[in-house]
């Protein structure tokens, strides 16, 4: 495998969306086209042919003479959270097309068509849904409403955005693939926890993905003057929403061991006053586990919580389910050729579970997949500071290049 090339191609769509504090390039904006041209001008120099669906995720296809089976999807996502690392989705991207590039220049014999996909918004830091492009791929429609009135931090539907970046969001039911189109799908990506790290192990087989429930709760205190309300009589949403925080945090505590926890990532105050007591408080609770039972106990838990402190307190609180994805387990043939192909290679290799979701939870409802994670020198993702050593590249890029080579024969 070429590293040097891979290298290349990542630090030059790292330049678009950059800033001082790291790469925003949300789904749709300018800069997200941007990358998307310049990796389209990547395909077509290397050969293949490229398409876009009706929600814009990318496709090149590798289909030489003699392969006539069905298809072998790999890829991943390009688009980023504010401010965030090089390598997240990237990555597997540009590792994908490389694979894809280097079986083609060798000539090897495939029976299988070679697909790279790049995924529109798997991020949901834009308009609050993760998975988007993979899920629409998969016929996972039931948010389309939501989807529909979904709006970014200016104001911004997804609607528009589309538009704007010439897509029309209601010919994205065009989009839903046949069942039997994939015969494989195998993503590599940056791991986005310390595990491998502490381990020291440069690739993991992932053998499950935990799925996220994402939760609205809405905590209806009273505004009132800063300066004339006694604290006695405060009813101070912001003070209540605090309570659930270190609540959810002491629930995370205690379900460490059962593989499930819950993040506060997103709390907004209103009037949001200097001189005024918060009357409401929004906050928005991601809870993420590989169990669907203990997604559920553990949510319930939250529930119960909401309603004690409101009680105590004396307020209303609305709690609103957002969205629930089903966890994913990856023990199949695939995941054997990911781990045979680390024997192979003699490459260092662990077993591990993704607490982040990706987009392979979506392929797997339409195909067998296998995912690959490479070690992130940093133990952060989501960051600016997240790291990935030459060497690791090297392997992770080679462990998907041996598997994609299998997959297709």
Not at 14 to 20: D, H, R, Y
């Amino acid at each position: 495998m070429n590293t040097v090339w891979i290298l290349d191609v990542i630090d030059k769509i790292s330049q678009i969306g950059m800033t001082l504090n790291g790469i925003t390039r949300h789904a749709f904006s300018q800069s997200d086209m941007q990358a998307r041209a310049y990796l389209k001008k990547l395909i077509d120099d290397i050969g293949l042919e490229y398409r876009e669906d009706t929600f814009g995720n990318m496709f090149a296809l590798y289909k030489p003479a003699g392969a006539v089976g069905q298809v072998i999807g790999t890829g991943s996502h390009i688009d980023t959270v504010p401010n965030g690392g090089k390598y997240d989705g990237v990555l597997g991207v540009v590792s994908s097309l490389a694979s894809i590039k280097t079986i083609k220049e060798k000539n090897i014999p495939i029976c299988h068509p070679l697909e790279l996909i790049v995924f529109q918004a798997e991020e949901s830091s834009s308009f609050g849904h993760a998975t988007m492009g993979s899920k629409i791929m998969a016929g996972k429609l039931d948010n389309f409403v939501q989807w529909e009135q979904s709006v970014d931090n200016n104001g911004i539907t997804l609607v528009e955005a589309m538009k704007k970046a010439g897509y029309n969001f209601y010919d994205i039911h065009k989009s839903v693939v046949e069942k039997d189109k994939y015969k494989a799908f195998v993503e590599l990506h940056i791991d986005q926890s310390e595990k491998m790290k502490y381990e020291n192990k440069p690739v993991a087989v992932v053998d499950g993905i935990a799925a996220p429930l994402r939760v609205k709760v809405i905590i209806h205190g009273e505004a009132a003057h800063s300066g004339s309300t006694a604290m006695r009589y405060r009813k101070d949403a912001l003070v209540i929403a605090s309570e659930l925080v270190l609540a959810v945090r002491n629930l995370s505590l205690a379900y460490d061991e059962r593989n499930a926890i819950a993040t506060v990532g997103k709390l907004d105050i209103f009037p949001s006053a200097m001189n005024v007591v918060p009357g409401t408080a929004i906050m928005y609770i991601d809870i993420r586990g590989i169990n669907s039972k203990t997604i559920d106990e553990f949510f319930g838990l939250i529930r119960a919580e909401s309603s004690k402190i409101a009680l105590r307190y004396k307020v209303s609180c609305e709690i609103e389910l957002m969205s629930s994805e089903k966890p994913c387990m990856l023990n199949n043939y695939v995941s054997d050729i990911i781990e045979k192909s680390c024997h192979e290679l003699n490459i260092p290799y662990m077993h591990t579970i993704s607490g982040a979701g990706h987009d392979t939870m979506n392929m797997a409802e339409i195909t067998e997949c296998g995912m690959i994670f490479v070690k992130n020198d940093s133990g952060v993702s989501h960051h600016q500071n997240e790291e990935i050593l030459k060497e690791d590249i090297e392997q992770g890029a080679s462990l998907l290049y041996q598997t994609l080579k299998t997959l297709a024969k």
